[in-house]
Nanobody, 126 residues
């Protein structure tokens, strides 16, 4: 079992920045691929970013590429999402997720992930 707890959400004006953090605990948490998904009201949960357990590779949704940066610190069992140049359409609940399978196929689908946190709200005003 892996437990995930997100923090760092909040309210920001368009163009601003926020940094989300996720604390992971549980068996072999460091060996999992980690990612962030988000869900806006009335929409399906969508992929935002993911990073391999060695941090050798990271992946981003096109809509956030160049604005968001995912990173992880295995010594602290944390994964972060630095969000810059935020837009109103980034408003959503952001979920930290973990999966045991390698980040090769199907990792942009939330159903292919094993664990997720409770989520943290991010609101961007125009």
């Amino acid at each position: 079992q892996v437990q995930l707890v997100e923090s760092g959400g909040g309210w920001v004006q368009a163009g601003g920045s926020l940094r989300l953090s996720c604390a992971a605990s549980g068996y072999n948490a460091n060996y999992y691929g980690m990612g962030w998904f988000r869900q806006a009201p009335g929409k399906e949960r969508e992929f935002v970013a993911a990073i391999t357990w060695t941090s050798s590779n990271s992946f981003y949704a096109d809509v956030v590429k160049g604005r968001f940066t995912i990173s992880r610190d295995n010594a602290k069992n944390t994964v972060s999402l630095q969000m810059d140049s935020l837009r109103p359409e980034d408003t959503a609940v952001y979920y930290c997720e973990a999966r045991a399978k390698p980040l090769i196929n199907d990792f942009t689908s939330y159903s292919e992930w094993d664990y997720w946190g409770q989520g943290t709200q991010v609101t961007v005003s125009s």
